[in-house]
Every structure is written in C-alpha cells, then in structure tokens.
C-alpha cells in the first residue's frame, strides 16, 4: 500500500516496486486518515508512506495505522534526515526509514529486507543522521522518570511532586533533567507533549546503512 499525496509520486514508485516479481500495489491513498480504513480492510504486508507533508503528529498517525493492521509493516519515505525525527518514527513502530536520496534499487532491497525480517529496523540515511541518532539516544525513561512526568503531566508544582513521591525537590529536578535530556525537551510542557508523542520504549535492534 502507498501513501503519498503526489499523484505523480505514488505512480512512479508503483512502477518501481510492480517492476519486481515480488512485489504487488494492493491499494493508494492520499492522506494519513483515508489510509487507515484502507490497510484495516485490505491488511497489507508494507504501507509505504511519505511524510514529507507536516504533520500534527506523524508518530500517532503510525501508531493509528499499526492499530489498524498490527501485521504490516510500516516504512517510511521521507526527505527528512532528522535524527529525532528518525527517532520517533522508530518508536512509534516504523520498521523502515528511508531518505528519498536512495536509489530505487535500494528502496526495493529495504522493503525486501524488513518484509520478512521479523523485529528488524533497517534505516537508509546519510551517514551524519546516524551518529546523531546515537548521540542523540539516551535510552527509555526509567519507572521513577514515567512517575515524575505523568505528575508533570497533571500539574503538579515540583513541590507536590516530592511531597507525593516521598522525595526532595532536589531529586524532582534532578530527574526532570534527565527527562529533558533523554526527551530533548526544552520545558516542562514540551517535555509531557513529546512523551505523549513518542511513548516510552526500549531501543530497537537495527541495520543502518548510508547514502
């Protein structure tokens, strides 16, 4: 299934993969909200969709789609190399991330490779987004931090959050540093709304290559 909403697009790169013995076009849609009816009736083996297009949320938009059909695979074509933006596809399920600088050789090797690949991540981006996606990547929140951001979450004053947690405030902050850190939050806000965004995970074994 291809979801792009560029006709010319979504033609081309159903050429490209009916090209291949393998490979068959079940269905197009044009935008996110059509393409979630769409793969829950048709329950394709990979949605290839392109999220060039801003989003209000591209991560809940995946996450709607693998609802809606938890056997496909999900990969992602995108002229983004963002490292976090990498990242909250990758933990909102994506299993292939694919930068549009890609041969089509390359493109059809990937969704080869993640179609029968079990929990695998295979990532086509330059090098640099890479290093910054290990740079970047400073691991799940821990049980205490979920605690500490879901009372951030509720409003509560970093004082409420120690009397509530049998804490100092010293350790709130503490540990609302790390939340920051790990979430690349830049305040209190910001940081409860990439939580709820990105969701808290574990990382994901991948194979990366470079373009």
């Known amino acids: 299934m291809i979801v792009d909403e ?28 059509s393409s979630v009816a769409l793969i829950a009736r048709t329950r394709p083996d ?17 996450r709607r789609l693998r609802e809606a059909s938890p056997r496909s695979v999900v990969a992602v074509l ?18 292939c991330y694919l930068h549009k600088g890609i041969t089509r050789r390359d ?8 179609a029968g690949a079990g929990g695998q991540v295979t990532l086509t981006v330059p090098h640099g987004t890479l290093a910054n996606l ?8 821990s049980r205490r931090e979920r605690e500490v ?17 049998s804490v100092t405030e010293g350790t709130v902050k503490r540990h609302l540093r790390n939340i920051f850190h790990k979430l ?11 939580y709820k965004a990105l969701g808290d995970s574990a990382a994901y074994p991948w194979s990366a290559s470079g373009t």
Do not use: C, W
Not at 46 to 62: M, N, Y
Not at 78 to 95: H, L, N, P, T, W
Not at 184 to 194: E, M, P, Q, T
């Open 107 to 114: 493109l059809v090797a990937s969704l080869r490779s993640v």
């Open 184 to 194: 690349g939050a830049v305040s209190r806000i910001d940081a409860v709304n990439k």
């Open 149 to 165: 951001i879901a009372l951030v979450a509720a409003a509560m004053s970093n004082r409420q959050i120690a009397t509530h947690l």
């Open 78 to 95: 995108s002229m983004y190399d963002d490292a976090r933006i990498v990242q909250e596809m990758i933990r909102a399920g994506v299993r």
């Open 6 to 33: 560029h006709t010319l697009l979504r033609e081309v790169l159903g050429e490209v993969l009916l090209a291949e013995d393998d490979f068959s076009v079940l269905t197009e849609s044009t935008d996110f909200e």
């Open 46 to 62: 990979i949605v290839l969709i392109d999220i060039d297009k801003p989003h209000a949320s591209p991560g809940g938009a995946v």
């Open 134 to 141: 290990d740079a970047d990547y400073a691991g799940p929140l």
